[in-house]
């Protein structure tokens, strides 16, 4: 790759110089700092390059399942990031295999898995725990999708591997690129793999800092379908072997009713069925998602969710999404208050948390759940089918 020569102009009368570009070989700094630099600005990574639908990126944690990076875009897909310096060309070598395990691995995640990362890594970074949804809404000032249906767009990345890959380094190692070129030419892999140096340029040259950073692709691959990708090294020389497995084609289409009902713990699946069926008989509207539904009202001339549930947990409606909805103070102080008699429950509503699992709760709380939802819902808004 050529090297190209930045300049610094300074004054309107074109007075600049060029750049200083930082020797690999100078130690100025390392992996965890260049993993700080991305976690704190990762627009400098030009991931519209790679596919739109991936950015922008929104960090999510470090060191989750090993992964060096790991982003999110408001559309709920998934970029791992893996970082690299020049002076350590034998971690070149194995850098594709590392991330494609690391991509493989992501695939068995639930939402649920992933959520509970983000929240302790959050925990441990900050202090204080962050939901996965609540995250990217900090970062995103109008997310057009509600929290069941990103859900459903994390958990359909998830599910299909659809990754976008990125090794990032000083310099990029060719090994690396040529491997991942046998990699990416076979059939039904589903991430694109993609190789970005970060050329670092000082603005003083008898100083290191500051710096100036410069992202360029080296390699960027097509995006194809998933294989069993199996890599050895016999002397430092990878040898790769790609399978294709013959499946049948998932169904991307969403959940129905019978599927989400089996897809409930045991416990659950007679409390649930029965409520679902009364509120879809009675006209208010069912959004079946990818893996969950979401209840939604018509609620001043737009539809208003006021229920999500997923096969391992649940949302309660939280008090500042009723204040900005605007529904009646009423009843939703009403549904709040039943719901915090039960134990399992109101822990989560007292350390801010809207999220409940069933494996917590007994079959009087998921009860509880759904009924005080229910009454909620006949409080607030009349049912299309009688008021048709």
């Given at each position: 790759?050529?090297?190209?020569?930045p300049?610094?102009?300074?004054?309107?009368e074109?007075?600049?110089e060029?750049l200083?570009?930082?020797?690999?070989?100078?130690?100025?700094?390392?992996e965890?700092?260049?993993?700080?630099?991305l976690?704190?600005?990762?627009s400098?990574?030009?991931?519209?390059?790679?596919d739109e639908?991936?950015?922008?990126?929104?960090?999510?944690?470090?060191?989750?399942?090993?992964i060096?990076n790991?982003?999110i875009s408001?559309?709920g897909?998934?970029?791992i990031?893996?970082?690299k310096l020049?002076r350590?060309?034998?971690?070149?070598?194995t850098?594709?295999a590392?991330i494609?395990?690391y991509?493989k691995?992501?695939?068995?995640?639930?939402?649920?898995?992933?959520?509970?990362a983000?929240?302790g890594?959050?925990q441990?970074?900050?202090?204080?725990?962050?939901?996965?949804?609540?995250?990217v809404?900090?970062?995103v000032?109008?997310?057009e999708?509600?929290?069941?249906?990103?859900?459903d767009?994390v958990q359909?990345?998830?599910?299909?591997?659809?990754f976008?890959?990125?090794?990032v380094g000083?310099r990029?190692?060719?090994g690396?690129?040529?491997?991942?070129?046998?990699?990416?030419?076979?059939p039904?892999?589903?991430?694109?793999?993609n190789?970005?140096e970060?050329?670092?340029?000082?603005l003083?040259k008898d100083?290191?800092?500051p710096?100036?950073?410069?992202?360029?692709?080296?390699?960027?691959?097509?995006?194809?379908?998933?294989?069993?990708v199996r890599?050895?090294?016999?002397?430092?020389k990878?040898?790769v072997?790609?399978?294709t497995?013959?499946i049948?084609?998932?169904?991307?289409g969403h959940i129905t009713?019978?599927?989400?009902?089996a897809?409930?713990?045991?416990n659950?699946r007679?409390?649930?069925?029965?409520?679902i069926?009364?509120?879809m008989?009675?006209?208010y509207?069912?959004y079946?998602?990818i893996?969950?539904?979401?209840?939604?009202?018509?609620?001043?001339?737009k539809k208003?969710?006021?229920?999500?549930?997923y096969?391992?947990?649940a949302?309660?409606?939280?008090?500042?999404?009723?204040e900005?909805?605007?529904?009646?103070?009423g009843?939703?102080h009403?549904?709040?208050?039943?719901?915090m008699?039960?134990?399992?429950i109101?822990?989560?509503?007292?350390a801010?948390r809207?999220?409940?699992?069933?494996e917590?709760?007994?079959?009087?709380?998921?009860?509880?759940?759904l009924g005080s939802t229910?009454?909620?819902?006949?409080a607030?808004a009349?049912?299309?089918a009688?008021?048709?």
């Open positions: 790759m050529v090297q190209q020569r300049y610094l102009i300074t004054d309107k074109a007075k600049g060029e200083h570009g930082l020797p690999v070989h100078d130690k100025v700094f390392d965890i700092w260049l993993q700080e630099v976690f704190r600005h990762p400098v990574l030009p991931i519209e390059l790679v639908d991936f950015g922008p990126l929104i960090p999510i944690g470090q060191e989750i399942a090993s060096d790991l982003f408001p559309k897909l998934l970029t990031v893996e970082t020049w350590n060309p034998q971690a070149h070598r850098v594709v590392q494609l395990d991509a691995g992501l695939t068995t995640w639930s939402y649920k898995d992933l959520d509970d983000v929240q890594f959050m441990k970074s900050f202090g204080k725990p962050k939901s996965l949804f609540k995250a809404k900090d970062h000032r109008n997310l999708v509600s929290e069941i249906e990103f859900q767009l359909g990345g998830l599910t299909d591997g659809r976008a890959l990125l090794v000083d990029i190692f060719p690396a690129t040529e491997l991942a070129e046998i990699i990416q030419s076979a039904r892999l589903r991430f694109s793999m190789f970005v970060l050329q670092c340029y000082r003083k100083s290191n800092w710096l100036v950073v410069f992202p360029a692709f080296v390699a960027k691959t097509r995006e194809v379908e998933r294989a069993v890599i050895t090294y016999k002397q430092e990878p040898e072997k790609i399978d497995p013959s049948e084609p998932t169904s991307r009713l019978p599927v989400f009902i897809s409930l713990p045991p659950a007679g409390i649930f069925e029965p409520y069926k009364k509120w008989k009675e006209g509207t069912v079946w998602g893996a969950g539904f979401s209840l939604r009202i018509d609620w001043k001339e208003a969710t006021i229920f999500d549930a096969p391992e947990f949302n309660c409606l939280r008090q500042k999404k009723a900005k909805l605007g529904l009646p103070e009843p939703y009403k549904y709040r208050s039943a719901l008699a039960s134990p399992a109101s822990s989560r509503i007292s801010g809207t999220v409940v699992y069933y917590d709760m007994s079959d009087a709380d998921i009860q509880l759940l229910d009454n909620l819902l006949h607030v009349t049912p299309p009688a008021g048709s």
